[in-house]
Every structure is written in C-alpha cells, then in structure tokens.
C-alpha cells in the first residue's frame, strides 16, 4: 500500500471497505460518498445517472438505501441493478452512459464487512487522484451543490441486467463453440453471481452442478467461494466433474479446481490464457501484468517461452493501471483477479473461466493437464492482525526484515506488506530453499506479534 493510500480517512486498495455500520462502512458515509461523488464525477450537461449493483450482504441495503439518498440529493437518477457481479457492473457502467458505477461488496471478505467500489464513466476504477479528490469532499459541507425542485433525482430498479451480463459473458467464447459434454461443478460462494453464472455456463452447454446458490445475507464466502475450496473439491470428486470454478463474493475472481480436485491458482490460469493467446497471436506487448506476490515460478515459466512479466503493487486496479499504460491485454492476480482487457475492464472471474475451459475443450485434454504449466517456487505466506500502531515502524521488525532478507540474498524474496482491506501484515517469501523460507517468515511474523502486542 501506497504512502498515499496509507494516509487516506476512507479509501483503501480496493474502495471503502470495513465492518458494516461501524466508521467508515456505515448509512452516513455511504450518502456522504454518493453526494461527493454525485458533485465530482457527473459528465455533461444531460440528466445525469449512477448504476449502483450490490453482493448478497444483508448490510447491502442498508448501504444502497444510503447511497441512492446521496447521489439523488446530488442530482443524479439511481439506476438500481440488485446482486451482480462487480464485472458487471463495470460493464454496465459503460453500457448504460452512466456517469458512474458503483459496487456495494466486500469482495471475499465474510458477511459482516462491506464495502463501496466506485467507477468512473469508462467503467475503469477510479484513479487515486479522483479518490483523494473525493475524501477531500466527503466530509465537507455540500449542501450549496445539492439539486432542488425538478433536479433531484431519482431512483429506478431495472430488470434484465443480469441477461445483458451473460450474453457480454458468452460472446468472450470462440464463435460456435459450446460446452457440451464438460462436466462443471460452480461455487458462487452465496454470492453476486448466484443466479448470472449457473445461466451462462448451462446455456454454453455445460453439465453444471451449483453449491453455493443459497445467499441468505450471511452466509457468503462462509465456507465456499474461491477462498475456501473444501467444498468443491469434494463435489468435483464426488460427481467426477471434468472442472471446478469457485467464484468470489462479487465474482470478480476465480480459482480452479481440476478433475483430481487439486486447486489451480490465478498463477497457472494467466500462464495458461497467455501462452493460448500467444498461440494465437492474441497477447498484447508479448507478455502479462502481474503483482509482486505472483509467484516466480510464473515468471521463469513465461520467460522460457519469451513472454516479460511486468509486477506492480497488490491490487488488480495497479494491474489495470499498468495495462493500460503499456498496451497489455492480460493481467491480474495470484487470488484470481485475472483481468482481461478485451472483454472487461476489471477482473471478472466468469470470462476468465470460460477462457480456460475454452483451451480445455480446443485441446481436448484434461484440467490437470492444461493447467499445471509451471511448478511453483516454494512460497510461505502469512499473517499478523494488529488493532492499533504501526507493527512494521518499530525498529526490531525492521531488523528482523534486514536480517530475513540478507538470509534468503539472492535464492529467493520476501515481501511484507499491510492489507488495504483488513487490519493484517501480510508476510510473504519465497525460494528455492523451502526450510528457509518457512524460519525467516517466522522469525518476521513473531517479532510483528510481539511489536502489535
């Protein structure tokens, strides 16, 4: 995380995020948000509007009821698509002329945190210069830039969004190319995609078998989803499915899990769309965009092939950043943000799937076998939850890092960085040597407990 972003009141990595009703996730910042952004962010001088799509949480509307209040006071007409996926949203954003999208989630996180994603016109995530443009407005008095009479807003739910999604989803597949005979266990993790991903991969033609279906306001990401795959590695064994997908709270990541119900991370999954795109003269300035914590593994694998890996700062709006400036067409994350800016401007983990089980069905070949283009370095990661201070300042940490580093010199990484979502210190090495690297993340994660104590 930036020193900027460090310094931030309200925004993080990824937006707003935080324990729903508790400062900064509640009703009041919410319409503080909707009317700064409603007075920063309007286009034109035609009736302004925001698409505003949500996850299953039940903090969920609570936090759009707050943000339509805001942004009608700013002017703006609500255009309210219910759960969608954040993909979606994005997409619509642009779809829609709207003057901006928002996203009510807290992506992976358990129910009781929520949190706001804003995007601008272009259905791109705002830039740091408009977020900290917008926590300059949140806490001021806007009341002379509200509407009155005839121009404040007002607030529509439309219907059939989530059909748009799936149709833009469905075309990302080679033309006259179905799914048929594939056999597909999804986890939607109770979440966005619940209803648009089961549609999109049974129209394609697949055999689909759907847990986490069930959203109940409290229940997503709670042991399903792509960060706990339990589940569906024992639905993949248990129906002998040919493939597993395992979405997020708002499914704009994805992990899969292969016929012998091993996980396949968004590591493998950029090797496998790079080296099929390169194949087909389809991967843009000969190589991906990925974070530090990308594994190196990918990197010496791409190279081997001749492909560059450019690493950026952990957040898949760095990853776009970095696309975008430098004319990549494939990026994103070792969680499962892949980002694939042909189809989508944010990471969307149904297209990223169908991109995969489209190299399967080419191929003709298993899961295990397409998906295990590398072997891993031996990577350790861990982590540290503070309530207060800053662990990583104190001087015995930052001897413990001087001394971790020196330890690994030239065999491997490390990497320690704080969460923009959460209050953890996440510690990460990596190397040849896999006993070293488990004592020096150790050493490191005992000494930030001692320094947080």
């Known amino acids: 995380m930036s020193d900027a972003t460090a310094k931030r009141r309200y925004f993080g990595t990824d937006g707003i995020r935080g324990y729903a009703n508790k400062s900064p996730m509640t009703a009041e910042t919410a319409m503080k948000v909707g009317m700064a952004a409603g007075v920063k962010l309007r286009q034109g001088g035609h009736r302004h509007r925001v698409v ?43 779809s829609m002329r709207a003057d901006i999208g928002v996203m009510i989630s807290a992506s992976h996180n358990p129910y009781h945190d929520n949190g706001i994603k804003l995007f601008g016109h272009d259905g791109f995530k705002l830039s740091n210069a408009d977020e ?12 002379h830039h509200m509407a009155s009479g005839e121009s404040i807003g007002k607030a529509t739910r439309i219907e059939g969004v989530g059909d748009r999604y799936v149709e833009t989803a469905k075309r990302t597949l080679p033309r006259n190319m179905s799914l048929t005979g594939m056999r597909v266990v999804l986890d939607c993790a109770n979440g966005a995609a619940y209803k648009v991903a089961p549609q999109a991969l049974w129209e394609l033609g697949a055999d689909v078998i759907v847990i986490g279906d069930e959203p109940n306001g409290l229940n997503i990401n709670s042991e399903c989803g792509s960060t706990d795959t339990a589940a569906l590695q024992n639905k993949v064994n248990e129906v002998r499915a040919d493939i597993g997908i395992a979405l997020d709270g708002d499914a704009d990541r994805v992990i899969i899990v292969d016929e012998k119900s091993k996980v396949v991370d968004g590591d493998q999954l950029m090797a496998v769309v790079a080296e099929s795109w390169k194949e087909k003269d389809r991967l843009a300035s000969n190589g991906i965009v990925a974070t530090i914590m990308s594994n190196l593994g990918l990197e010496r694998y791409l190279n081997s092939i001749d492909l560059s890996l450019a690493r950026t700062a952990v957040g898949d709006r760095h990853v776009v950043e970095h696309m975008r400036k430098h004319g990549f067409n494939v990026g994103g994350e070792q969680s ?65 890092i001087a001394d971790a580093r020196e330890k690994l010199a030239n065999t491997g990484r490390i990497v320690i960085r704080k969460s923009g979502t959460e209050p953890l210190i996440r510690v990460m090495a990596e190397g040849d040597d896999e006993t070293l690297i488990n004592n020096v993340v150790d050493e490191i994660c005992g000494t930030l407990r001692k320094a947080a104590a």
């Open 52 to 94: 505003i799509g949500k996850d299953t949480r039940l903090s969920g509307y609570m936090l759009e009821n707050a943000l339509v209040a805001g942004f009608t006071a700013a002017g703006m007409d609500a255009l309210l698509l219910g759960p969608v996926p954040t993909p979606a949203v994005a997409m619509l954003t642009r």
């Open 132 to 143: 900290t443009a917008l926590e300059d407005l949140i806490d001021q008095d806007l009341s």
């Open 336 to 400: 499962g943000h892949i980002v694939l800016s042909d189809y989508a401007t944010t990471g969307d983990g149904l297209v990223a799937a169908l991109q995969v089980m489209t190299v399967v069905k080419e191929s003709d070949r298993e899961v295990s076998a397409i998906c295990n283009r590398f072997t891993p370095v031996p990577q350790v990661l861990k982590n540290v939850r503070y309530s207060q201070g800053e662990p990583l300042e104190a001087q015995e940490v930052e001897k413990a």
